[in-house]
T-cell receptor, first 115, second 117 residues
Framework: AQSVAQPEDQVNVAEGNPLTVKCTYS??????LFWYVQYPNRGLQFLLK??????LVKGSYGFEAEFNKSQTSFHLKKPSALVSDSALYFC?????????????FGKGTRLSVIA | NAGVMQNPRHLVRRRGQEARLRCSPM?????VYWYRQLPEEGLKFMVY????????ESGMPKERFSAEFPKEGPSILRIQQVVRGDSAAYFC???????????????FGPGTRLTVL
């Protein structure tokens, strides 16, 4: 069964510093990988996804993520954090097979950017 | 272009009552997914629907829960005889294409927060 692990419940970073939010996955095959962000009392907003091709994916609000097949990871990064980046971040994986395959989410990582 | 709409945003029910949650997908999207988020947890898939059809309900409890997506109108997630354990945030997502295009992004609504007293 596919699963996603976000090993850190909380990440704290100072404003202006680079940030990394970690994600590893366990699936058979080559998955599709997604990052979403959730602000308080809001729905999930799509940030970026990896489908195929270049391992470095660029997304919204200056975020990027690197797909690493050997380490089965898809860490989210940003070169310079903003206070407004403080939110809950979810990594998700989906199998590429035909027919519906559910989007499976990690438990989320709360990012706190301190001014 | 309006995003995914959900209403109500907050719903309070007493044990034993019924809860009806509505979801209108993005314009041009005919595929709807429902997820449940328990406190401090990620989202869990419940059900996937196309217009007038349930495609995959493998994540939905067999008892008390049902979903529909009629030809006209929003998708509805219905919970009968609610219990305290049903308290959660329920999110709807939509995508333009369905199960043969699993690379498509799912776009989420703001959620309905159900509280069962």
């Amino acid at each position: 069964a596919q699963s996603v692990a976000q090993p850190e419940d909380q990440v704290n970073v100072a404003e202006g510093n680079p940030l990394t939010v970690k994600c590893t996955y366990s699936v058979s095959g080559n998955p599709y990988l997604f990052w979403y962000v959730q602000y308080p009392n809001r729905g999930l907003q799509f940030l970026l996804k990896y489908i195929t091709g270049d391992n470095l994916v660029k997304g919204s609000y200056g975020f990027e993520a690197e797909f690493n097949k050997s380490q089965t990871s898809f860490h989210l990064k940003k070169p310079s954090a903003l206070v407004s980046d403080s939110a809950l971040y979810f990594c998700a994986v989906r199998l590429p097979y035909s027919g519906n395959t559910p989007l499976v989410f990690g438990k989320g990582t709360r990012l706190s950017v301190i001014a | 272009n309006a995003g995914v709409m959900q209403n109500p945003r907050h719903l309070v029910r007493r044990r034993g009552q019924e809860a009806r949650l509505r979801c209108s997908p993005m314009k041009g999207h005919s595929h709807v997914y429902w997820y449940r988020q328990l406190p401090e947890e990620g989202l869990k898939f419940m059900v996937y629907l196309q217009k007038e059809n349930i495609i995959d309900e493998s994540g939905m409890p067999k008892e008390r829960f049902s979903a529909e997506f009629p030809k006209e109108g929003p998708s509805i997630l219905r919970i009968q005889q609610v219990v305290r354990g049903d308290s959660a945030a329920y999110f709807c997502a939509s995508s333009p294409r369905g199960a043969t295009h699993n690379q498509d992004t799912q776009y989420f609504g703001p959620g309905t927060r159900l509280t069962v007293l």
